[in-house]
């Protein structure tokens, strides 16, 4: 293992200046009543937590340090002192932001961090115990296809260019051709057989060094759960939706990749070249003269993974994949995968890059956000939301940070949850000085190794007394006048510890863990388990209401250990998205793959108000995109559907980059307000705000523009064939505007993926110096941005013999039957010609639009 010192980079003190915060006097004293060091540090200091779940997963512990002020050169010396190392961005100021600064440190410094006079907390960056991630048509749905063929004036399309996206998440497949863009040049197809139909394994492609045999990258969509191919993908035809096609270099039948197979951050898709099809006539395959575009640069700036940084330019192509990364490649799909203009499937802003920070032990929260920033992220999006152990009243470091830089112009989105249907939230108003028992249900063959809960209540002076009694009877009252916590042996074979902490915001919450202590394969005993909570105060206070939520390490969002009584669904939007600030995000059913109505709110999707009641649920979006995803035991190209509010949020934060490339002026709550405002209401939503959908189903068109996308049909225009003599010419576009509308005309001369020229009419002019076969892509928008396109090909012959056309000894301009012009420079018009046999004019096709 690398030592800390090699892994991170350490923030020497002279750095203080590049902080931004300034000098300041002599060290302060530590504030009278504050707990300096969080219950979570001092129950892994005591090192008795050798539940797996439980005990440290890393070989130093994250820390958030919090300061009286603004730090001195001697605070940030005498920091490190203590075996504490601040961790530094990639300019190299430390990670962090005001008075807080996150560190890594060896057990044991925690202490002596809090005794430093400069120091006012010392928390754990991170939950002991993980939380679950929160789990084409979808376009569409948020109308991001409509934007990307939008702008804001004279500016640029709105595809995300421009715009870093930072994701939090469980890591990537920077490998997979979707996180590629489609900039390494257009080449010819070689038809091998000369039989004018494209073959993988027996037709080519020359990269310069001769012809290389063309194989089909055949891409399969896989069912998460029973493991089975999905909807035919598994056949081995070529489906540009999904497929790819790659130049097999080496001969050996396979796509090699990566720098394990001797490849650099210089190769084009690090890999052996992998291609994307121009498949300009929706047709499905490649037609004789269409081309394939190699992809060369990766979306990807930059991926964390704990304390090493893999760069784009740098060394991006080293970095690991791990099947646990799976969730991470489908949002990172949802947001910035494939290649617009070629790909069927594509993110909501495919043109912005990404940044992934990955802790693998699920910690860091605060780290990996300061981390998003320092890139320059405009949108953060938090893959996770945990509903235990946090007070989930927006007073958490993470919130506090989500605020503030919001002000900056960072966007923080977060994922609701998926708890609707896990009866793991418990809610009940309770007379002042009376006893109420919370029922605790552990399922028969559910066998946790840890049962995880935490009680909330919004008035900390009432000191509760709380009892836990098991099946079998034993009881245990929790000794919550420790600020250092517990841990004790609970009885039948499971030790309980725990803690109490109130939040600035007014929220107390008691924290408890219940669980064999050296975890699996014993278990929490099963049955039913009572908390006893009773409230000393006078009879004549108040009701006061218990919130109570519970989590075990088997059953994620599911309905594993749950709540028998007094279930809701209130307050079911997970932490961090109780920020103030932050932008909450459910989830309505996209695709209906699971049976459900489109449009709905899927079954499963966090809902309600934060524990204060203030409404925070901010917008809806769909769930169930097909997405990248790769898997260790298939050898084929993996897709996945993916659900939950994680299929959901990706979208947000996609359509948040295109708002902010839109105006990048705006700051977070621009962003959220402009969201707001473009939000649809419908028969489903019914009135909104509400806690269900928030303000409505995201809009991202509407967002922008103040306004819904416009309706109607893309134009037409066909494929022709062309037969024209030396010299000038004019080519007539067979085009059309089903809505009747106007049309502008696009030429790409060369097809070499970058249309040269505008035309004023249809009419196209040409001027050929010699005999020759030539390609030309047009492309024909209408005023809606919708676009068709389609390839001319022509055959440049000799000019006929100049002869009397009308028997009277001179060439004349009337109208003998020739269309030549004399002496005028005039172009002549093309004629038609039999290709391939057809005898048209033009080579119409019915064919799917791409621009529909």
């Known amino acids: 293992m690398r030592s800390l010192r090699s892994s991170l980079r350490i923030a020497p003190v002279l750095a203080l200046v590049s902080l931004g915060l300034g000098l300041s006097p002599a060290p302060l004293a530590a504030a009278p009543g504050e707990r300096p060091v969080d219950a979570r540090l001092s129950l892994l200091a005591r090192g008795g937590l050798r539940h797996p779940e439980l005990a440290l997963r890393s070989s130093t512990i994250p820390l958030v ?14 920091i490190e002192a203590t075996g504490a190392q601040l961790v530094l961005g990639g300019s190299g100021a430390p990670l962090g932001r005001g008075r807080t600064l996150v560190a890594e440190a060896p057990v044991g410094a925690e202490s002596l961090l809090a005794a430093l006079p400069a120091v006012k907390r010392v928390r754990f960056d991170g939950p002991l115990v993980r939380a679950p991630r929160p789990l084409d048509l979808t376009a569409q749905l948020i109308s991001a296809d409509a934007t990307w063929r939008s702008r804001v004036g004279e500016g640029p399309l709105l595809t995300g260019a421009g715009v870093t996206i930072c994701d939090v998440d469980n890591g990537m497949d920077v490998s997979h051709p979707m996180f590629f863009r489609a900039d390494g040049g257009l080449f010819d197809w070689i038809d091998v057989d000369d039989n004018g139909v494209f073959e993988p394994a027996v037709d080519a492609v020359d990269l310069g060094a001769g012809p290389v045999t063309l194989r089909h990258l055949n891409g399969v969509v896989w069912d998460r759960y029973t493991g089975d191919p999905l909807w035919g993908t598994e056949e081995t035809g070529l489906d540009p939706t999904y497929d790819y096609l790659y130049a097999d270099q080496n001969g050996d039948g396979a796509r090699n990749y990566g720098a394990s197979e001797g490849f650099t951050e210089e190769t ?6 992998t291609f994307v099809l121009d498949d300009v006539d929706g047709s499905g395959t490649l037609d004789p003269g269409e081309k394939i575009v190699l992809l060369k640069t990766s979306k990807v700036k930059a991926f964390r993974i704990d304390n090493r940084t893999y760069r784009r330019g740098s060394d991006l192509v080293e970095a690991p994949w791990d099947d646990e990364m799976l969730h991470g490649t489908g949002s990172s799909g949802v947001m910035v995968a494939g290649q617009p203009g070629y790909s069927k499937l594509v993110g909501m802003a495919p043109d912005a890059d990404l940044v992934m920070a990955t802790d693998l032990q699920g910690y860091r929260q605060v780290q990996m956000s300061n981390f998003c920033i320092a890139e320059g992220a405009r949108v953060v999006l938090h893959e996770y939301a945990p509903w235990v152990g946090y007070h989930l009243d927006g007073s958490s470091d993470l919130e506090q940070l989500i605020d503030g830089s919001n002000a900056e112009g960072v966007v923080h989105v977060n994922p609701a949850g998926n708890l609707a249907t896990g009866d793991k939230l418990f809610k009940r108003a309770v007379a002042a000085g009376s006893t109420s028992d919370i029922p605790i249900e552990v399922p028969d063959g559910l066998d946790p190794s840890v049962m995880v809960f935490t009680l909330l209540w919004r008035d900390p002076s009432r000191d509760l007394e709380l009892t836990l009694e098991s099946p079998s009877g034993t009881s245990f009252t929790l000794p919550l006048d420790n600020p250092a916590g517990f841990q004790t042996a609970f009885g039948e074979g499971v030790d309980i510890a725990g803690y109490r902490e109130d939040s600035a915001r007014g929220t107390a919450m008691v924290m408890f863990y219940v669980f ?12 039913g388990w009572t908390l006893s909570v009773v409230d000393p105060s006078d009879p004549a206070a108040d009701d006061l209401t218990l919130y109570g939520y519970v989590m075990d390490e088997v059953s994620g969002w599911g309905k594993g250990i ?3 009584e007094s279930v809701s669904l209130d307050h079911l939007v997970g932490w961090p998205g109780t920020a103030d600030k932050g932008l909450a995000v459910s989830a309505y059913t996209g695709h209906p793959f699971n049976g459900q109505t489109s449009g709905e709110l899927a079954y499963y999707s966090g809902q309600g108000r934060r524990i204060d009641d203030e409404p925070i649920l901010w917008i809806s979006a769909p769930d169930n995109p097909v997405v990248p995803a790769r898997y260790s035991d298939v050898d084929e190209l993996s897709y996945m559907i993916y659900g939950g509010t994680s299929g959901a949020s990706p979208h947000v934060a996609g359509a948040s980059a295109l708002i902010v490339a839109a105006d990048p002026e705006l700051d977070g709550e621009g962003v959220k307000a402009k969201m707001r405002d473009g939000a649809r209401q419908d028969a489903q939503t019914g009135a909104v705000p509400n806690d269900q959908y928030g303000h409505g189903k995201l809009d991202v068109y509407r967002a922008i523009h103040g306004e819904a996308a416009p309706g109607g049909e893309p134009p037409r225009v066909d494929d022709q064939a062309f037969e024209v003599p030396v010299g000038p010419a004019e080519l007539e576009l067979a085009a059309s ?11 790409d001369r060369d097809y070499d993926g970058e249309y040269d020229e505008t035309l004023a009419s249809s009419a196209l002019p040409v001027d050929f ?20 396109q389609a390839l001319l090909r022509v055959s440049v012959v000799e000019p006929p013999p100049n002869e009397d056309d009308d028997g009277d ?6 109208d003998d039957g020739c269309d030549c012009v004399a002496g005028s420079g005039r172009a002549l018009r093309a004629w038609p010609v039999a290709l391939l046999g057809l005898g048209v004019l033009a080579l119409r096709r019915r064919r799917s639009r791409r621009a529909a």
């Open 65 to 78: 340090i919090e300061l009286e002020r603004s730090p001195t050169k001697d605070d940030l010396a005498a």
């Open 268 to 273: 084009p898709g690090y890999g052996e070249a």
């Open 516 to 527: 064999p202590p050296e975890g699996p394969p014993s278990s929490v005993p099963s049955g």
């Open 562 to 564: 749950h709540f028998t």
């Open 737 to 747: 505007d089903p809505d009747g509308g106007a049309l502008s005309f696009e030429v």
């Open 769 to 788: 110096a010699e005999v020759a076969e030539h390609v030309l892509k047009v492309r024909v928008t209408d005023a809606t941005g919708r676009w068709d």
């Open 809 to 814: 000894g001179a060439e004349t301009g009337d």
